[in-house]
């Protein structure tokens, strides 16, 4: 499902004497480089489709709405319940999420001013007294495993993005629907699991509330 295909100066017909071109070496090695979870190692999480680009599906319209492009306005983030751990509802949750949208991709960030993709999901749980691991690869690790058929509002979904394993995270909102921080030159927004691009990525769920 997500393996590499190499094509090395010998074995690709289409690009013979590869090192006649040191610049195509150097963008390889670049490439490379980049295949990390989004906030494990400080790398961009790509190929993630853009609004408005081609490969970008378009996202159903949320139960929120979101401020308005230069505005400078965020929507207030409703207040979580009080109360113990268990009496967090995936759907207060959510709506917590939603506030968020539109809020700006940042490399490492897991505050108001930016997030990563798990940094995203450390916050929002946060809000609700979950305490959740910092990188994509040890929040896949916390809660119980869920079936795609029975994921409910609130459970964190992974995908296998950039390398083998989970390298992506984000959070279900309900019927096919998830929420979530995606690449440098995205924001917080809300995308379709069924999707071209992410269904064939889907690696499994995980639940902490309910």
């Given at each position: 499902?997500?393996?590499?295909v190499?094509a090395?100066?010998?074995t690709?017909?289409?690009?013979p004497?590869?090192h006649r071109?040191?610049?195509?070496?150097i963008?390889?090695?670049?490439?490379a480089a980049?295949s990390?979870?989004c906030?494990?190692?400080?790398?961009?999480?790509k190929?993630f489709?853009?609004?408005?680009g081609?490969s970008?599906?378009?996202?159903?319209?949320?139960?929120?709405a979101?401020?308005?492009?230069?505005?400078?306005?965020?929507?207030?983030?409703?207040a979580?319940?009080?109360g113990?751990r268990?009496a967090?509802?995936g759907?207060?949750l959510?709506g917590?999420?939603i506030?968020?949208?539109?809020t700006p991709?940042?490399d490492?960030?897991?505050?108001?001013?930016?997030?990563d993709?798990?940094?995203f999901t450390?916050?929002?749980f946060?809000?609700?007294?979950?305490?959740?691991?910092?990188e994509?690869r040890?929040?896949?690790r916390?809660?119980?495993p869920?079936?795609?058929?029975d994921?409910?509002a609130?459970?964190?979904?992974f995908?296998t993005t950039?390398?083998?394993?989970?390298?992506?995270?984000?959070i279900?909102i309900g019927?096919?629907?998830f929420?979530?921080?995606p690449s440098?030159?995205g924001?917080v927004r809300?995308?379709r699991i069924?999707s071209g691009?992410?269904?064939?990525?889907?690696?499994?769920?995980?639940?902490?509330v309910?």
């Open positions: 499902m997500y393996g590499t190499a090395t100066a010998d690709n017909p289409v690009m004497g590869l071109f040191p610049w195509l070496v963008w390889a090695l670049a490439l980049g990390a979870a906030a494990s190692t400080g790398a961009v999480p190929p489709p853009m609004p408005g081609a970008a599906p378009a996202p159903e319209a949320p139960p929120a979101a401020p308005a492009p230069g505005s400078g306005m965020r929507a207030p983030v409703p979580p319940p009080r113990a268990s967090v509802d759907y207060a959510v917590t999420a506030a968020l949208r539109g991709y940042r490492g960030g897991s505050d108001l001013s930016g997030f993709c798990s940094g450390q916050y929002v946060a809000q609700y007294g979950v305490v959740l691991p910092r994509v040890d929040q896949f916390v809660g119980k869920v079936k795609p058929e994921l409910a609130g459970d964190m979904i995908f950039t390398a083998p394993g989970p390298t992506h995270v984000a279900a019927g096919d629907q929420i979530h921080a440098s030159t924001v809300i995308e069924g691009y992410w269904a064939p990525r889907y690696l499994g769920a995980r639940r902490l309910n």
